[in-house]
């Protein structure tokens, strides 16, 4: 077995429960339709694109993604970047379970 191979840990999600984990929680955090939270790709405006998502949604988002996925995230971590998209917020909370 090489390093190629390497299995992830086995505590930890996979890409495919983090992607539809934060899917559930976009939709139950800003009450939008699952059609809508399905169609989302990576290119998809978040922040300052969704009305829904305004500053006060954030902290509601931040907190559920920390209790759904079980990851801790820290005030120097969220940034605009992370929210602007749906693939900068995945990959965010991909890398946080990483981190575990």
Known sequence: MTADTATAEPTGPSRSEIDQTLRAILRDVLGLDQTQ??????????????PELDSMAVAGLLT???DRLDIVIEDEDVDGEMLETYGGLLAFAEAKAVEG
């Open 64 to 66: 559920e993604m920390e």
């Open 37 to 50: 939270v399905d169609a989302f790709d990576a290119d998809t405006g978040l922040f300052g694109h969704l």
